[in-house]
């Protein structure tokens, strides 16, 4: 069978409306719409930036606070580590003070006494 003569890729005719101003003005109310949206995005973005802004200052605030908290309980812990050592030395003291009171009353001499306690 032979072919048939003439392209097929053909423009077919398409019925055409002639009502271009309505299509026109139903797309730039779409426009409008959207870009009212991205008016109401772009007001709260911002509302958020300055949230987020405000949020970030009391944080610093508060880390500043934590900072200064934990030096001074370094300073407490430091402290309460001195007083603990000073009262065991105390003791320590007061119980080589009665073991030599002990071995006086027991008559040793202070030459035995001195070899005990090195």
């Not at 802004?53 to 900072?67: C, I, P, R, T």
């Amino acid at each position: 069978m032979p072919r048939p003569k003439g392209s097929k890729n053909k423009v077919k005719a398409t019925k055409v409306t002639a009502d271009f101003a309505a299509q026109i003005a139903a797309k730039q109310e779409e426009k409008a719409a959207v870009e009212a949206e991205i008016l109401k995005v772009a007001a709260s973005i911002e509302e958020l930036k300055t949230d987020v802004k405000s949020l970030n200052a009391d944080l610093k605030a508060k880390k500043a606070s934590v900072k200064k908290l934990d030096k001074e309980v370094a300073k407490l812990e430091a402290r309460q580590a001195a007083a603990a050592q000073k009262a065991a030395e105390a003791s320590k003291k007061a119980e080589a003070e009665d073991v030599l009171k002990k071995l006086l009353a027991s008559g040793v001499s202070a030459d035995e006494i001195l070899e005990k306690l090195k």
